[in-house]
Nanobody, 122 residues
Framework: QVQLLESGGGLVQAGGSLTLSCAHSGGAFANDAMAWFRQAPGKEREFVAAIDGDGILTLYGELVEGRFTIARDNATNTAHLQMNALKPEDTAAYYC???????????????WGQGTQVTVSS
């Protein structure tokens, strides 16, 4: 069974950068598309970014496009989310997810991590 473990969350000032990582185990990493979603208190979970198994196709939510970059390392079974120019409204719990294809649709992802908190201070 696939297990996902996020790391790299923390507190950062507005305008700063942070990199999240997601370690994938228990399955064939290269067969899985990887994605990041986030959920702020009192809000619905929203799509952040996704990348296909080959690392060729990437998708981004409109609120983060141009600031965030998703990448994957199939040699280490890890996905990353580089976040630049962070804003207070980026504050949320960030979740890693794995599924058969890259998509913004949450229901296509069968496996989810526990989440890592990102807090951006103004």
């Amino acid at each position: 069974q696939v297990q996902l473990l996020e790391s790299g969350g923390g507190l950062v000032q507005a305008g700063g950068s942070l990199t999240l990582s997601c370690a994938h185990s228990g399955g064939a990493f290269a067969n899985d598309a990887m994605a990041w979603f986030r959920q702020a208190p009192g809000k619905e979970r929203e799509f952040v970014a996704a990348i296909d198994g080959d690392g060729i196709l990437t998708l981004y939510g409109e609120l983060v496009e141009g600031r965030f970059t998703i990448a994957r390392d199939n040699a280490t079974n890890t996905a990353h989310l580089q976040m630049n120019a962070l804003k207070p409204e980026d504050t949320a719990a960030y979740y890693c997810a794995a599924g058969p294809r890259a998509s913004y649709r949450q229901h296509l992802y069968q496996n989810w991590g526990q989440g890592t908190q990102v807090t951006v201070s103004s």
